[in-house]
């Protein structure tokens, strides 16, 4: 997940299949997702790196497989990578 720095971010979350959660790593920040319901979650990242991001124990029984990274960026990098998601080589 890319995200600018020092700027607000809504991710809008809903899952097809089952329940997970989302924990923010530099925000003190939860949400769940359920399927056909929908959540958002609001946050304001100030400080630029890379955050690991794992499921909680409401994702089932295979929480600990699922990880991913946070990129909190300045605006130009975050537009950089936005661009290779939509291009890639």
């Known amino acids: 997940l890319h ?3 020092g700027v607000p971010t809504r991710l809008h979350m809903r899952s097809k299949d ?5 924990h923010l790593p530099g925000q003190d920040e939860r949400q769940v997702a359920i399927p056909e319901l929908d ?3 609001f946050f ?3 400080d630029a790196g890379e955050y690991p991001m794992r499921g909680d ?3 089932g029984f295979s ?3 699922l990880i991913g990274r946070l990129y909190v960026e300045t605006e130009a990098r975050y537009w ?3 661009d290779r998601i939509r291009s890639p080589e």
């Open 3 to 5: 995200v600018p720095f």
């Open 18 to 22: 089952y329940i997970y959660t989302l």
């Open 39 to 41: 959540f958002d979650i």
């Open 44 to 46: 304001t990242e100030e």
């Open 57 to 59: 124990q409401m994702c």
């Open 63 to 65: 929480h600990e497989s």
């Open 80 to 82: 950089d990578a936005l």
